[in-house]
């Protein structure tokens, strides 16, 4: 198939890149020019394992990376929007994007083509961009739009893609829908073909739910604090329950990213754009924010004053295998740190770079041995892997004190107990303090 894919960002980029390993050609488009210059020679913009080699594998024979929307779309049939729709100020989903892409593609059709939402867009957006490119284009080529959702995770976006749990395609002509369907035969995947509205709602259901089980399980755990219940043991019990499942009940500093914060206040609006008060949404995201609240309370009473106090912080990005920073808990609670007179050294395997960007008045070190050299705390905000690897007792001679906070339960209270460390987790029952 000729495919364009317009947006290299987070999803755009693994998208076009997927597309071209399957065999079709395809023309990433962006506006940022730098982005495909750096993207002609085969640099990455981000960091997504596993994306590197299928761009060195596909570039210059099926992969091209251009800012010229209009050859582009005259060299395709199938056009995928995937720019970004970031939240407004009041959370409403902002659409511009996907409205110049639109236009831009409706001014350059020069034969029947099919145009995809890849991007998270508000429910009769499909309807929206039909009407721009009716108005937008000569009236003597016909069209179809195609919702498209992604479902990838950032970290494991190319995996995500080979392998998806589903593909959903919403239509209202199904033989676009059923062309559409063709490009994913090769992935035996699971497809849903549907209408428009429906497709636009299965993605914003679907990242709505997963929050809401994040913040379910988040209060459980904050009651396991006062109860002294362990929220792990308290999932492994649930889990058994297949109606129930293990998955996505990990207790912590709560969701951040791209995603979730962005589609549950999304769908809030979307809900009074159409005379509908979701009651249960904004409590998810509310208990969301107070996550990061609950943990520098623990910071709190790990360090008493923080006045003149040193904590490390193990892990920046949002969650592990990513570089991305958009509403990391690490964000908002390393600024509160500081503002109180902590010195904060951070480490992150692969986001510092990101994080330098507007993460000031931090030490930046190499490791994570290195933030912990004279730490009063040692604060674990992402679950990266080597966290879970560390030498405690090349750490005990390293801090200034034996002390944990645990953002992401990644370590067990009895066994940090035994290494002389205390320990505060999210929901571990009573914290063991040396
Ligand atoms: C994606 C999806 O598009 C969004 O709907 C979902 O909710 C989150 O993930 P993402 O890929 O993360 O968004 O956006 P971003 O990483 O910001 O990349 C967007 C890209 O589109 C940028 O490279 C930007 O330069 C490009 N862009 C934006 C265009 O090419 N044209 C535009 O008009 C606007
Ligand atoms: C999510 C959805 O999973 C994906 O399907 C959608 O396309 C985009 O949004 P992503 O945001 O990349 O993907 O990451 P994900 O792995 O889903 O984690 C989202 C957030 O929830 C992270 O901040 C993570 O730390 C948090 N999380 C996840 C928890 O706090 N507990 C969990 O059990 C799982």
């Given at each position: 198939m000729r495919i364009t894919v317009v947006g290299t960002g987070y999803v755009g980029l693994v998208t076009g890149c997927c597309f071209a390993d399957l065999g079709n050609v395809v023309t990433c488009v962006d506006v940022n020019r730098k982005k495909i210059q750096e993207l002609r020679k085969g640099v990455i913009p981000i960091y997504e394992p596993g994306l590197e080699e299928i761009v060195k594998r596909n570039r210059n024979k099926r992969l091209f990376f251009t800012t010229d929307l209009a050859k582009a779309v005259h060299s395709s049939d199938f056009i995928f929007i995937a720019v970004n729709t970031p939240p407004g100020k009041n959370g409403e989903v902002d659409i511009t994007h996907v409205q110049e892409a639109a236009k831009g593609i409706a001014r350059n059709l020069n034969g029947y083509k099919i145009i995809i939402n890849k991007s998270t867009v508000p429910i009769g957006m499909g309807d929206i961009v039909t009407q721009i490119i009716q108005k937008n284009s000569s009236k003597k080529f016909s069209f179809d739009v195609v919702s498209n959702p992604e479902f990838l995770r950032e970290g494991s976006a190319v995996t995500d893609l080979f392998k998806p749990e589903r593909i959903v395609i919403g239509a209202t002509s199904r033989s676009a829908a059923h062309k559409v369907a063709e490009i994913y035969k090769p992935l035996y995947r699971p497809i849903v073909i549907t209408d428009l509205k429906s497709a636009e709602m299965i993605k914003y259901a679907s990242n709505a739910f997963l929050a809401t089980k994040i913040s379910f399980i988040n209060e459980i755990a904050n009651l396991c604090d006062q109860v002294g219940a362990d929220i792990t043991q308290v999932v492994k019990g649930m889990s058994y329950d297949s109606r129930i499942g293990g998955q996505f009940l990990n207790a912590g500093l709560g969701f951040g990213g791209s995603c979730f914060p962005k589609d549950v206040a999304g769908l809030v609006q979307i809900g009074r754009d159409h005379q509908f008060e979701f009651r249960l949404l904004p409590q998810v995201l509310e208990i969301n924010r107070d996550q990061r609240k609950q943990f520098l309370k623990k910071v709190h009473r790990a360090l008493?004053?923080?006045?003149g106090k040193t904590v490390a912080v193990w892990g920046l990005s949002f969650k592990p295998n990513t570089d991305d920073m958009r509403e990391a808990p690490s964000v908002t609670i390393i600024p509160e740190l500081t503002a109180k007179g902590v010195k904060v050294k951070v480490y992150d395997p692969v986001a510092m770079p990101q994080a330098k960007l507007f993460l000031k008045n931090v030490k930046y070190c190499k490791t994570a041995y290195e933030a912990a050299q004279g730490a009063d705390a040692v604060l674990v905000l992402t679950e990266w892997n080597e966290f879970i690897q560390i030498d405690f007792q090349k750490l005990k001679k390293m801090v200034r004190k034996a002390v944990v906070v645990d953002g992401r339960n990644i370590y067990d209270p009895q066994q940090m107990a035994e290494k002389g460390f205390s320990y505060y987790g999210m929901g571990r029952g009573k914290p063991f303090i040396f």
């Open positions: 008493g004053s923080l006045k």
